[in-house]
């Protein structure tokens, strides 16, 4: 459940958490409600199991739908089922319900009839953690993980963890069978084929040429993967039907990140790199075709189109009658769809190949289609002809091109089975028109199965001849079964056959397909075997298949379980920064570093980086990072800076003198080894003794100069990274501006893919706590830049941004210009986001600008709703949201004005809950609102009534003179009232105080003896019983001192 | 070695010492070694009578067979040819010394040259399809199913000499051999097996060489 959930269902892209209203989103409750159906008729005592927390969701159930079973007073409603403590398993208390169990769900359920849907919706919608609530933290996030050899028993002996992992694997169960629902569903739907999304960028391809005349600057993919169904979209989007993502730049607007599904296309909100969830979300209206949403996005386009293009119009419109025709012909397919969607008709009817369908449904439907061409006689004449000329090289071997690509993100899905045989149905199909040489490879496995040594042999050097790094050759070579054979070569104990074969692995593993076999058949182990053997070359060989095969996770898994890691440690022994080397040595660098490459392969993923390490990998690597050849470096410095990310590679880093070196490779002449050091460095320059050590060998320099290089993207993520990291440390700051560093980074603030501008951001971040800096930032216009990131989505970025704003807003010509740009309301909107660290960051920024705005309560109001958002952030569960709300509403709290409407919205009641923190920095921002907000008249009162003064009175005990400060200023605010000094004077506030007021800070000393004199007055007043004389006596004396 | 007298121990030592100056390979202590091991695969023919001018075709086989397991006739043939520098039928001390050199420890293009000529059959400087096709007539497994079973055999010599004739004359020069080998050293015994593998180099060092370290 958890991964549909999370991945398929299509939630709205609002960011409200709600579902939209698509036929898929409704098929999908409909599954969803039938499994919790099924799972209480099937599996009684799993669905009695009692949820770690309840769900909870506004219901439009009211008391009176519950009937027997149920105890009802007027409205509320408990269940008469309860748990072992007595409590009700279901409880409504309108509008909200709450239930326990599985059993409950589903008599819930029962009862709403035919409202079922609309509360399986909004439970969804408002328990979207439902499987923590379910299962407790930790099952739940084996469930996510989609790791279904984990087994949970062996961690939990408890006794209803049995009928948890029952219920856990019924889930999982759920959640498979809901996806392969989806699939067919999905199949059923498909109206666009990836074939002729293809063919429709091709033909727009056209469009670009011609130089003045062309209708569109450019169009491209932003994937060059093509999976094996055609499709470019991530297996997990392609589940939405999604095809390919298009970058377009027309002529006369900006770019259109368009994403082409198989319900028609659409703009999304700009994809930029696989993973960042939000990019793929639908931005416009659905379009039929490419060329009709172009037509709408640029002018351009659309009045030009016509004149180039009269002839293909006029093909589409025939075609569009007679998919409605097919349409009629199909009645199954659900109404809603078709409102929502409009079909492509011309996609839809060469939509052969749904992208995620079975294979078996694929034949028949060509078929299918094929026939109907024919049937459609004139019509279907004109419309083979587009569909010929339009399908440029269907059947060509390019079709298949990256086909292999697919097996890498499948190989951890559950579809891999399918893919698998689909492509060897595919290959059987096109192959024998396809590749030249298949009948040599054919003849060449056949002789290898059959051949002695020398006939093995002279068969393999023939193979090598071949042009194994072509996708077309490697495919026959994997069809005809040659994979095994060369496999098998590998166990038997000739050496020349070995090395033929090594030779031609090391070559066709760079299909994905090739590695999936070869992790299949077992191969992995056989090659790790022969690092064990005594010949170099063979050595060299077997190393660097490895580093093609151990591209994926499972490969890599399989190399450390065999043993590989160490034995591939073991190749790094070698002399690289020998002089004059002998044959012998020669060779032994060059299995080690054949030996790095393999490392480098999988050091990408956490256990094997700690194998590397319990094998003695680290001193190997240090000393083959001090070799003079490039070729060398590469994958070494590769390996450390994938192998950073632990920290005992970065303390290794450090103490071994590896950042010298690194340093040093900074100034090389090649931009992959650049890269790989600066972002070294990036990972470990957090460490301030490291940091120091990049200044102390001269580092800084280099980097500044790779700001120059802003052509190589990665290079320039990396250089801005350690740039970054590196300027956490203040000195290096100074040394940094030496170099005009910070100029360098503001030029860099525009135009910069996201990487790039996440690093460059918080450099400057850094750089701002500097207060020189903060007039560089605005003298070179970089205030500006800074402001338009505020509505970027990417939230590591926005993190840094707000941070940086926020130093920035220290200054108070920043600040003006600032508040120009309207910066406070974006930022101000940043507390909206879903992300608690972008809040707080947002928070935090908010400080400073408030306090240095000129206008600042002015611009607080202007915000419409914004005082009631800052006001209910503080029911936030995240200690850093909370402490950063609580220092904003101190400055928010300066505003008399404005502390009347944070006092309306129950300002007051929601910071006294948050007293009885334990948390240092909370504390202190906390008196320091309570204190703020205590200027509003009523308030004292409230405060006491809510019950802070004891808290309060507690966090003098605190050993942070900062606490003590803003404690005590808040205390002298409260002690105006009178029964709060009733309370404080019980709580024996009297002696800290008196001990503060001895402080060598004015202020506290006055509000201290401040806040003793308003309880002496009370105790004067013989509101309160005389205190001890001591105190008192020692009070009078520091009053008097005042 | 008892049955070598002192004599013919001071005949070897003498020997050694001229040879290890032509061989490139050997040093004196191993050369003498070697001419040991000569005399003593020889001693036994000679205990029994007949006039003694070298190793002949059959003993040099048998040694071949024991020490480095070779069993292929044609190669072996063209092992003992290859030694046999002056064409005298026999193999002497020096050939025996200076094949050895090659044999065990040569460079590579001493080996390219070694087995191009163990397998140019009758020393024309060219490898024929025929030649080939006999070397490699037994290297397919037959299939009964198969119509002809040498096609499969004429289909490998085709591809290799697709691969390997440089020239386009449709034999192997030498010169077409060596670019091959060079291009790709699994080339080198390309129609059998004429060099020992690793492992029995090492066995044999070890024997020949530390027998004559304890006299």
Partial sequence: MGVTLTKAAQWTSSGTGKLELTPMNESLLKEVLRSVEQLFSRHPQESEHVFEEPLQWSTTLVASDFKTDYDISEFNVQSNEKDSEGQPLLRLSPPTVYVRSFSQLSKLLHLAADKKLEEARTCLEENRDALVKILGPRFADILEREDTQTDPVDEDTSEDSEVKVKLFRLLQNMDQQLLSKLLEEISEHVRLDPAAANSDVESLKQFCRGGDGRLLKSVRYTSDYEFSNGCRAPPWRQVHGEICYLITEPCDTEDLHITCSTGGVYLNAGIKQEGAESGYERTSDTYTDLPTLLKSRSPYFAEHINKQMPKKDSTSKTQSKSVQMEDQGQPQRSQAGKKKYEPSPRWSNQGLVPPCGKVEENNPGREKSGKKKQATGAKGKLKAEFSLSSLPGRMTPQKSKTLAGAMELSSDSSTEDEDEEELSERRLQIQIEQSPDYWLIYKLVKFLKRGDQTATVLCLCAMLDLNL?????????????????????????????????????????????????????????????????????????????????????????????????????????????????????????????????????????????????????????????????????????????????????????????????????????????????????????????????????????????????????????????????????????????????????????????????????????????????????????????????????????????????????????????????????????????????????????????????????????????????????????????????????????????????????????????????????????????????????????????????????????????????????????????????????????????????????????????????????????????????????????????? | MAHISLLKRKAIHALAETLSKQVEHFNETEVEALIGLYHETLGESAAQGGAVTGLDRNRFRMLLYHMFGMTDDMIMAGVFRTFDKDNDKFVNEKEWVKGLSVFLRGTLDERIKYCFNVYDLNNDGYLSKEKMFNFLKDSLLGQPSEEDPDEGVKELVEMTLKKMDHDHDGRLSFDDFKKAVKEENLLLEAFGTCLPDTTSIEKFEHQVFQKQGKP
């Fill in chain 1, 469 to 1042: 790094m072509q996708e077309g050759c490697q495919l026959d070579i994997w069809d005809i079964g040659g994979v095994e054979v060369l496999l098998n070569l590998l166990d038997s104990d000739e050496v020349k056959c070995q090395i033929g074969s090594l030779k031609v692995l090391r070559k066709i593993s760079h299909s994905m397909l090739i590695c999936q076999t070869i992790l299949d058949m077992d191969g992995l182990q056989s090659i790790v075997k022969i690092l064990d053997r005594p010949y170099k070359d063979l050595k060299a060989l077997a190393a660097e298949t490895i580093a093609n095969v151990a591209r994926f996770r499972k490969a890599r898994t399989t190399v450390r379980r065999c043993g590989g890691i160490e034995k591939l440690v073991k190749l790094l022994d070698c002399l690289p920064t020998l002089a004059n080397m002998s044959p012998n040595q020669e060779k032994d660098v060059e299995v080690a570093h054949c030996g790095v490459l393999a490392l480098w392969s999988c050091s990408k993923c956490n256990r094997n980086k700690e194998a590397i390490r319990v094998a003695g990998g680290i001193p190997l690597l240090g000393r083959l990072l001090r070799s003079p050849d490039v070729n060398m470096l590469i994958p070494v410095v590769g390996t450390l800076q994938e192998c950073a990310s632990e920290e005992c590679y970065r303390i290794a880093i450090k103490n071994e003198d590896m950042i010298k070196d690194l340093v040093q490779n900074l100034s090389s002449d090649n931009n992959e080894l650049q890269m790989h050091c600066a972002s070294a460095i990036f990972k470990c320059a957090e460490d301030k003794e490291t940091s120091d050590l990049v200044r102390k060998y001269n580092g800084l320099e280099p980097l500044v100069l790779l700001l120059g290089k802003a052509e190589d993207k990665k290079l320039l993520a990396a250089a801005t990274g350690a740039i970054w990291k590196c300027s956490i440390c203040m000195k290096n700051v100074a040394k940094f501006q030496e170099h005009k560093a910070l100029e360098s980074l503001i030029s860099l603030l525009t135009d910069q893919p996201i990487d790039v501008l996440i690093n460059v951001v918080g450099a400057i971040g850094e750089f701002a706590k500097v207060a020189a800096n903060r007039g560089i930032i605005r003298k070179c216009k970089g205030i500006n830049p800074l402001i338009n990131l505020l509505t970027e989505t990417n939230q590591a970025l926005l993190v840094n941004v707000t941070k940086t704003v926020g130093a920035c807003a220290i200054d108070r010509d920043n600040m003006a210009v600032i508040s120009q740009l309207d910066g406070v309301r974006f930022v101000w909107s940043l507390l909206k986001n879903s992300s608690t660290e972008v809040q707080s960051s947002a928070a935090w920024a908010l400080c400073p600008c408030i306090e240095n705005a000129k206008d600042a309560g002015e611009i607080v109001r202007s915000l419409v709703g914004g005082l009631e958002l800052i006001v209910n952030l503080l029911k936030s569960t995240n200690i850093e949201v909370l402490a950063s709300i609580c220092a904003a509403i101190s400055k928010i709290a300066k505003n008399k004005e404005n502390l009347a409407v944070l006092t309306d919205h129950e300002v007051v009641p929601l910071l006294a809950k948050l007293t009885n923190t334990t948390d240092e920095r909370l504390c202190l921002h906390l008196a320091e609102a309570i204190g703020h907000c205590c200027m509003w008249e009523g308030n004292k009162a409230s405060f006491g009534e809510a019950g802070v003064v004891a808290p309060l009175v507690d966090y003098l005990k605190s050993n942070n003179s900062a606490v003590h400060y803003h404690t005590t200023m808040a205390l002298y605010q409260l002690s105006k009232d009178p029964n709060n000094c009733i309370t404080m004077n019980e709580k024996g506030v009297v002696k800290p105080l008196i001990l503060i007021m001895g402080s060598d800070d004015e202020k506290l000393q006055e509000a201290a003896a401040g806040c003793v004199r308003n309880i002496r007055l009370q105790a004067l007043a013989g509101k309160i019983p005389p205190p001890k004389k001591i105190s008192i006596g020692t009070a009078k004396r520091c009053g008097k001192g005042l």
